[in-house]
């Protein structure tokens, strides 16, 4: 059995911090859900771009799921306590849908390069058929590449202290605890983790690289402040996903101070799930007619109440 940490101590801190990410949650599902509807209802987002927006919706609901709802738990009732098996659990979905994450939005960025860059070989290569590979294999990798340290780590032996020095099972503050050797261990995650991160933020990075040099080269003033807007925000998202994450995870693993790196996983495992719904879909006209289109089709198919 181990202890986990709250992100504040104050009685006074937990209730703001209790109301403020329940209300992150629930947007952030709302949004998701919204956007996997609409995605899968209408049929003018039966693009590719749209198929994949799905899939990072449903990541993004799973991803913040696994931390969350026990989070909140945690806070609301007093009972910091998780059990080794559930402490295991929740460290391989979170490493599995973190690493699905990284993968599929390296797909998303590559796939926007080919609709930028090489428009006329878009629609020849981006088929369904391959989209649908590209979407499996993110996910079959992402879950797969995260099994390993998990077997691994499952073989340490833990004596105390029982406290994680977090607010979730993370490989880091979990490391610490163990009297075992980790060395191992801590070289295994080391490569997955620049493996998956460093390689996956390369192409996602050249690629909107790619779409930035293209966009200059737009004459018209109105469609390069538009595409230089939607371009921006997506970088920002990304940069921050990809800096936190890196910065945490692609250095020796007990070496990190586990006080910053509470702060910096709030912005990936919480913030980044609440944004992505905004700034990749929401903020999209297509996304914004099609969402007033199936609200108007709900709300004409409702059974209307007569007075008398």
Request: aromatic share 12%; glycine share 4%.
């Amino acid at each position: 059995m181990f202890m986990l940490l709250q992100l504040w101590d104050s009685h006074d801190g937990h209730i703001v911090f209790s109301i403020t990410f329940t209300l992150i949650y629930v947007l952030t599902l709302t949004g998701n859900f919204m956007i996997i509807t609409i995605c899968r209802l209408e049929r003018t987002l039966g693009t590719p771009m749209y198929f994949f927006l799905s899939h990072l919706a449903t990541l993004e609901i799973c991803y913040i799921s696994v931390i969350v709802p026990k989070m909140l738990y945690n806070s609301m009732s007093g009972d910091n306590a998780i059990s080794y098996i559930a402490c295991l659990t929740q460290l391989y979905f979170f490493g599995s849908l973190g690493s699905t994450e990284c993968f599929l939005l390296a797909i998303m960025a590559y796939d926007r390069y080919l609709a930028v860059c090489k428009p006329l070989h878009y629609h020849a290569v981006m088929t369904s058929r391959l989209c649908f590979c590209l979407a499996a294999c993110c996910w079959t990798s992402g879950f797969i590449s995260t099994l390993s340290s998990i077997l691994l780590i499952s073989t340490l032996q833990f004596c105390g202290p029982e406290q994680i020095q977090h607010f979730f099972c993370d490989i880091s503050p979990l490391l610490k605890l163990s009297c075992t050797d980790v060395q191992n261990t801590e070289t295994l995650i080391f490569l997955l983790a620049s493996v998956i991160l460093v390689g996956s933020c390369a192409v996602t990075l050249l690629s909107y690289f790619r779409i930035l040099s293209t966009l200059l080269a737009i004459k018209s003033r109105a469609g390069r402040g538009r595409a230089h807007s939607t371009f921006a925000s997506h970088l920002t998202v990304v940069t921050v996903y990809y800096s936190t994450m890196i910065f945490v995870y692609v250095r020796p693993t007990t070496g990190n101070p586990s006080r910053f790196n509470k702060v910096l996983s709030v912005l990936y495992t919480i913030l980044t799930p609440f944004l992505n719904p905004f700034i990749y879909s929401l903020r999209n006209k297509e996304v914004q007619g099609a969402l007033m289109k199936t609200l108007r089709k709900v709300i004409s198919h409702m059974p209307k109440t007569s007075y008398k």
